[in-house]
């Protein structure tokens, strides 16, 4: 009956002045597609894969130009970094930005002296000051072994120091020591992670995120994501 209805109204506006025949149609269109004009956007529900205002009060924005993404980090309408559009889906989550496009000052080592042994994060240049670094894989989880209740979670934590807290040390995938040292005149932060890039505990792991910026009064800041080489822990990036 539906259908029926929606086309008789079509051949009423038809048949009516151009004014009268627009205003029709826009009418005809809501009833045959309710959903049309109102159906919610998919949100990015994750608590740190977005945009948000820095702690200082500025905005941050991001910008896609001339194929580059840039980040004005405090709102004073210059860019502070700049790095290659996010066209690489290793991931069900968000797009990455392809290993081979990986800026030099972002680098990934299957093992490092300096972490014992264990794979590290470098972060040069404009990347030194970011606020954090940790890798994920393909679900976008960056806690691994998955929090449990037995309380047998990496790290000795429990399941509350895991699941609710997220505590660094309770996760092979986060840093578990950090330092900074300098290259030259570069400046460069070290993040060890929990087991080196052939280990079983990293084996899943297919991307690295930084986030440039923490606000703590939101869940959303910006955001960084890198493919590891060939989305494997076992290779070196840069």
């Not at 702690?55 to 790095?83: E, H, W």
């Not at 806690?143 to 209740?149: A, D, E, K």
């Not at 000795?156 to 505590?167: I, K, P, V, Y």
Request: charged share 25%; net charge positive.
């Amino acid at each position: 009956m539906m259908h029926a209805f929606v086309a008789s109204l079509v051949r009423t506006s038809l048949r009516r002045s151009p004014g009268i025949r627009a205003g029709l149609l826009v009418a005809i269109l809501a009833l045959a597609c309710p959903f049309a004009l109102s159906a919610p956007v998919l949100a990015d529900d994750s608590s740190d894969e977005a945009l948000s205002t820095p702690a200082d009060g500025g905005m941050a924005v991001a910008a896609a130009r001339g194929g580059k993404q840039t980040f004005d980090l405090d709102g004073d309408g210059k860019v502070d970094i700049s790095v290659p559009l996010a066209r690489c889906n290793e991931s069900v989550f968000m797009p990455t930005i392809c290993w081979e496009n990986a800026p030099k000052d972002i680098q990934y080592r299957p093992k490092h002296e300096q972490c014992g042994g264990n794979a590290a994060i470098l972060l040069g240049g404009k990347f030194s000051s970011s606020y954090s670094v940790v890798l994920r894989d393909k679900l976008n989880r960056d806690r691994f072994p998955p929090c449990s209740s037995s309380g047998s979670n990496f790290g000795n934590c429990s399941f509350s120091e895991c699941d609710t807290l997220g505590l660094n040390r309770c996760s092979a995938w986060k840093c578990q020591r950090t330092f900074k040292t300098r290259v030259g005149r570069k400046r460069v932060q070290t993040c060890c992670l929990g087991d080196s890039g052939d280990s079983a505990l990293l084996s899943k792991t297919t991307r690295l995120t930084i986030k440039l910026r923490d606000d703590p009064t939101s869940n959303l800041d910006p955001l960084v994501r890198v493919a590891l080489k060939r989305n494997n822990p076992k290779k070196r990036l840069n």
